[in-house]
């Protein structure tokens, strides 16, 4: 009976660890700092890809082009 109440004990301090240790990590992906960090990091090897780039370089020429029309329309 000693040895079941032992094993008990033992398993209920596991838990306890794991489950802390699960609630530092759910800590440490929502931490702001942290996520700001990781959508930087996201941004920065999105940006690294030729189609990323290209699509922006588009987007821009249309903006540009789009205010120059309007610009050139009201003189």
Same mark, same amino acid.
């Given at each position: 009976?000693?040895?079941?109440?032992? +094993?008990?004990? %033992?398993?209920? @301090?596991?838990?306890?660890?794991? %489950? *802390? *240790?699960?609630?530092?990590?759910? @800590?440490?992906?929502?931490?702001?700092?942290?996520?700001?960090?990781?959508?930087?990091?996201?941004?920065?090897?999105?940006?690294?890809?030729?189609?990323?780039?290209?699509? %922006? $370089?588009? +987007?821009?020429?249309?903006?540009? $082009?789009? %205010?120059?029309? #309007?610009?050139? #329309? #009201?003189?």
């Amino acid at each position: 009976m000693a040895q079941d109440f032992e +094993a008990i004990e %033992l398993n209920i @301090a596991v838990a306890r660890d794991n %489950l *802390a *240790a699960t609630l530092d990590e759910i @800590a440490d992906r929502v931490n702001p700092t942290n996520v700001v960090e990781k959508g930087k990091v996201a941004a920065q090897d999105a940006l690294q890809k030729v189609e990323v780039q290209i699509a %922006l $370089g588009i +987007a821009a020429a249309v903006i540009l $082009g789009t %205010l120059v029309i #309007r610009l050139a #329309r #009201r003189k």
